[in-house]
Antibody, heavy 119, light 106 residues
Framework: ELQLAESGGDLVHPGGSLRLSCAAS????????MAWVRQAPGKGLQWVSV???????YYAASVKGRFIVSRDKLKNSLYLQMNSLRPEDSAIYYC?????????????WGQGTVVTVSS | DIQMTQSPSTLSASVGDRVTITCRAS??????VAWYQQKPGAAPKLLIY???TLDGGVPSRFSGSGSGTQFTLTINSLQRDDFATYYC?????????FGQGTTVEI
């Protein structure tokens, strides 16, 4: 069974940093599309970052320059380093697996981890 | 970024109804559209990709159509389990934007 499990969410002050982790099972994060999608309280879905199997990365304009996505083949995990955090970054962060040709859609989702940015 | 305008934001329906949700893209995107269902407290679930292809295990009462800029999700014979929030998503040109969501309520 394909599964994703996020961790690392926490309460952090504005301007602070946080690193989210996503452990995958049933497939390798290194050979596939992976992504982070977030959902602010009571709001809709917003893509944050996508990583292609070949290593190319893409970021939403709202996080570009502040967030960095990476992966560890040995730990079979995806990460999201979040710097210079703002209150508007508060959300549930979902790790997702992508599928498709050229551009992925998201077929497997984790349960999410909560990030709260507040003083 | 390509914008997805989804309507309606809320839809009231009854068991057995046929419901339709629409999404309009800000520019042509071929058929690079997916639809997701989300229930309260749960992660989204993929229903449809490439505008009209049902993901594995998704009931056949769900269907999708459209290409270019206009897309539709239809649920035939609404079941109690279908009351949820639905999102369209475009995935093209290295951006992955979602519609605002449609809540289907009783």
């Amino acid at each position: 069974e394909l599964q994703l499990a996020e961790s690392g969410g926490d309460l952090v002050h504005p301007g602070g940093s946080l690193r989210l982790s996503c452990a995958a099972s049933g497939f390798s994060v290194s050979s596939i599309y992976m992504a982070w999608v977030r959902q602010a309280p009571g709001k809709g879905l917003q893509w944050v970052s996508v990583m292609y199997g070949g290593g190319a990365t893409y970021y939403a304009a709202s996080v570009k320059g502040r967030f960095i996505v990476s992966r560890d083949k040995l730990k079979n995990s995806l990460y999201l380093q979040m710097n210079s955090l703002r209150p508007e970054d508060s959300a549930i962060y979902y790790c997702t697996k992508g599928r498709g040709n050229y551009y992925p859609y998201f077929d497997v989702w984790g349960q999410g981890t909560v990030v709260t940015v507040s003083s | 970024d390509i914008q997805m305008t989804q309507s309606p934001s809320t839809l009231s329906a009854s068991v057995g109804d046929r419901v339709t949700i629409t999404c309009r893209a800000s520019q042509p995107i071929s058929d690079w559209v997916a639809w997701y269902q989300q229930k309260p407290g749960a992660a989204p679930k993929l229903l449809i990709y490439r505008a009209s292809t049902l993901d594995g295990g998704v009931p056949s009462r769900f269907s999708g159509s459209g290409s270019g800029t206009q897309f539709t999700l239809t649920i035939n014979s609404l079941q109690r389990d279908d009351f949820a929030t639905y999102y369209c998503q475009q995935y093209s040109l290295y951006s992955w934007t979602f519609g605002q969501g449609t809540t289907v309520e009783i």
